[in-house]
């Protein structure tokens, strides 16, 4: 069984920076896609980043300012996030399942954390 954990979140002003932490356990495919994933409040939940064999991909909205990143010695996958803007504030999670590929898309990952909450003020 697939066991994902968040941490890392917090409050900031705008224009600082955090990092996002999953430890994650279970994963026994030779090839799996992680993702980080956020919902703000009354909003549908948006791939923000993911992280497969090939390059990592991004949201429009966060390239250049967010960072997907892992240590599988660690068996952790990062989001880096800098230059955080209110509109940023949500709830991020992570997710993965077996998958060569990246994807933004919910319907492509089986497993999830429970998420961690960013707050970002004016």
């Known amino acids: 069984q697939v066991h994902l954990a968040e941490s890392g979140g917090g409050s900031v002003q705008a224009g600082g920076s955090l990092r996002l932490s999953c430890v994650f356990s279970?994963?026994?495919?030779?090839?799996?896609?992680v993702g980080w994933f956020r919902q703000a409040s009354g909003k549908e939940r948006e791939g923000v980043a993911s992280?497969?064999?090939?390059?990592?991909i991004y949201a429009d909205s966060v390239k250049g300012r967010f960072t997907i990143f892992q240590d599988k010695a660690k068996n952790t996958v990062y989001l880096e996030m800098n230059n955080l803007e209110p509109e940023d504030t949500a709830l991020y999670y992570c997710a993965a399942a077996p998958g060569y590929d990246t994807s933004l898309r919910t319907v492509h990952y089986t497993s999830w954390g429970q998420g961690t909450q960013v707050t970002v003020s004016s």
């Open positions: 992280l497969a064999r090939d390059a990592p």
């Open positions: 279970g994963l026994t495919y030779n090839w799996y896609r």
